[in-house]
């Protein structure tokens, strides 16, 4: 595997395109260009020469149960120790807590390069930003002294406790109890499954939130509530007490992110404290889920960039048939793949889709940025609509750019020896957890598109229309803003066509949310790609780096003209209702 950080890009989108020194939201002044580029830098070479060589080797080697403790794979120890020292697990997180403070955005850009070295290896930092979170948001003043400067620097670690053997979606059918004691606590008790980064020998302790039902909550998810459960106890001054009773039953064998210890866990009468209100633990849940689906819809496109770069190398070094139009390497026993237009068309899908899936999850940080850092609601309400997209979209399209890749290596992708396989395998998990897609469609469509009375997706639909109002007449600026018009009016039909048919048939708008969420998600593609040809034609007439520039703007037309007209198929399936999807009996399966 190689992997080099897209540097010039992520500069590109943060200067060029969203402009964050000039931006009104705390922080973003000082993100200067001179040092979001050293920073990326660094990030890069991090990515680069420590953690991609690692990438193979944690596949090879997964986690291993031995005594009661995960081994993880081999130099990841090290490897984790020199992430933990360059302060790159701690560049958000608040200064009195041992973290840089800086903004989210940036800690989302720097993700993007770990990911796409090495995912699984990213997932123990990455699961401990979320746990930091949520503590950060809901945790008492003597939680957050105790647990926040370990979690910040990632000398502990952090998990979510959500999934139960017999229920992953549907957290209303929880067993784990949580009864309370005289001092305080609680005593958790129960089984978890699928625990990412449950346990393993590279943190001194594990804070497990672990969502349980306390008695008096009543049923369904009213009743859960969310607890601090760590591996060891933690002592009045700070110091490590003994072990807490929780272990590991087993660690998974997976399809993929096999260096990451997914981990079945046992709480038997563990020690946990309250984190949020009783009876309030989805709440606090859900501070760490927001966070962790953005951040896993990274992971789609970030695996996709990495493996469109291996795909890209091969392209261009493997030798295989005559360019049609003339031999293009007439020395040579054939031309190189890259030649062939079904080889383009396939790195051209990737490309495209690669870098609209980034510069929507840049926006998106920048969201969460305003709305934590001003208080902006409308800018809450938006990420809160587009969570489910860039969760779900970008993982869907991720996975099949992945296979995109592997198909240009054609048999070799197939072989192990070769990384194809490894993106496409490590991909696949991105679309099931933090929500199956399928349950993220159903969010979008079943709660997201009517909250606060559907103010946000109308708030979604006027900001298209003034991007394309904003560059009437501009001829190099129609193929974007025509092909924009064009896709946003479908995604307005087929939120009228929910709204007109969803109440007296619900199951005509539920048969349609796959569709609408893919619908929805070209959309917001095509309004990046729209912000970035302007970006990229600005900075061309400024006298620009010219081949950077003309290939921005020719993948971005590839993406218009290519992949946005799918919001018109997307449109026909929603059209046709419920009764295609329904129309068989369940015994007729």
Partial sequence: MTYVAPVKDMQFLLHQVMAVTGSDIPGYGDLDSGFTGAVLEEAGKLASDVLAPLNAVGDHEGCVLENGVVRTPSGFKAAFDQLRGGGWTALDCAPEFGGQGLPYLMHTVVNEALVSANMAFNMYQGLTHGAYSAVHIHGTDAQKATYLPKLATCEWTGTMNLTEPHCGTDLGLMRTKAEP????????????????????????????????????GGEGTRGISLFIVPKFLVRADGSLGGRNAVSVGKVEEKMGIHGNSTCVMNYDGAEGYLIGELHKGM??????????????????????????QNAVAYAKDRLQGRDITGAQNPTGPADPLIVHPDIRRSLMDQK??????????????????????????????????????????????????????????????????NPASQFVRDARIAMIYEGANGVQALDLVGRKLGQDGGKHVLAF???????????????????????????????????LYFVQNGVKNPNAALAGSSDFLHLMGHVCMGLMWTRMAKAALTALDAGGDAAFLQAKLATGRYY??????ACGLHLARIESGAEPVMALDAAAF
Wanted: proline content about 2%.
């Fill in 181 to 216: 004691q005289a001092d305080g606590s609680y005593k958790v008790t129960g089984t978890k499954i699928f625990i990412s980064a449950g346990d393993h020998d590279m943190a001194e302790n594990i804070v497990h939130l672990v969502l349980a039902k306390a008695p008096g």
């Fill in 283 to 308: 709440r606090a849940m859900f501070t760490m889920m927001n966070e962790a689906r953005l951040g896993v819809g990274l992971q789609g496109y970030a695996v996709a960039e990495a493996a469109y």
């Fill in 352 to 417: 495209s889709f690669v870098e609209g899936a980034r510069a929507l999850t840049y926006w998106g940080a920048s969201l969460i940025d305003r709305s934590v850092r001003l208080g902006d609601q409308a800018a809450e309400g938006l990420i809160t609509l587009l969570i489910p997209v860039i969760k779900g979209f970008q993982t869907d399209q991720g996975f099949a750019m992945a296979v995109q890749a592997q198909q240009v290596w054609g048999g070799h992708g197939y072989i192990e020896d």
């Fill in 461 to 495: 639909f006027e900001m298209v229309k003034k991007e394309c109002q904003a560059h009437d007449g501009e001829a190099r600026m129609a193929p974007f803003t025509t092909a924009l018009k064009v896709a946003s009016k479908q995604m307005q039909a087929a939120g």
């Fill in 560 to 565: 218009m003209a290519r992949q946005l007209p």
